[in-house]
T-cell receptor
């Protein structure tokens, strides 16, 4: 079983909808990440939270809004998305945000379809 | 700049065959880490192994083995006696240069899709 839990597993939303993706980890990791993965492509980094503070935003459009309510939770709020935003959204965590050697622990992902 | 190349896009093998997945990396850092992740059809990326740049010992874990060679900047992954459950996309990844914010940024290869045919 994965130690990073993501909900929902699947999400279909219209371009005018507002929805949120949720991620939870209880490994005591201090860094949490959002990745976007298109079919047959590697994961692309979107955001990094370190000690509950946003550390990296990889020039992601403002229609994606991350939030880290506490050290275990990470949300991604979605608003006015485009069909090209359809993808698998992966949450990950790692023990040490500043270390090169911390492996990423991924959730199962949310498969998002924007209609 | 960091780069990871997985030249094999798709590989098909018959069950019980051995298969090697290639990974070539580029970095100017002297200290770096290499990883392999497995992504089955269910979507979750599963961490398989981590290797640091100072440890060139090969590693074996059950049917999995990894061959790290700094001289050729390669970190290849071999599955012995492949099984249908090994069917997945495998990503090689590199963590090297710290960005200006001091946080880890992982560079993934493009992945190799392995299909094990029964």
């Amino acid at each position: 079983d994965t130690e990073v839990t993501q909900t929902p597993k699947h999400l279909v939303m219209g371009m005018t909808n507002k929805k949120s993706l949720k991620c939870e980890q209880h490994m005591g990791h201090r860094a949490m990440y959002w990745y976007k993965q298109k079919a047959k492509k590697p994961p692309e980094l979107m955001f990094v939270y370190s000690y509950e503070k946003l550390s990296i935003n990889e020039s992601v459009p403002s229609r994606f809004s991350p939030e880290c309510p506490n050290s275990s939770l990470l949300n991604l709020h979605l608003h006015a998305l485009q069909p090209e935003d359809s993808a698998l959204y992966l949450c990950a965590s790692s023990q040490d945000p500043g270390g090169k050697n911390s492996p990423l622990h991924f959730g199962n992902g949310t498969r998002l379809t924007v209609t | 700049a960091q780069k990871v190349t997985q030249a094999q896009t798709e590989i098909s093998v018959v069950e019980k065959e051995d298969v090697t997945l290639d990974c070539v990396y580029e970095t100017r850092d002297t200290t770096y880490y290499l990883f392999w992740y497995k992504q089955p059809p269910s979507g979750e990326l599963v961490f398989l192994i981590r290797r640091n740049s100072f440890d060139e010992q090969n590693e074996i874990s059950g049917r999995y083995s990894w061959n790290f060679q700094k001289s050729t900047s390669s970190f290849n992954f071999t599955i012995t006696a492949s099984q249908v459950v090994d069917s997945a996309v495998y990503f090689c990844a590199l963590s090297a240069n710290m960005n200006s914010g001091g946080y880890q940024k992982v560079t993934f290869g493009t992945g190799t899709k392995l299909q094990v045919i029964p």
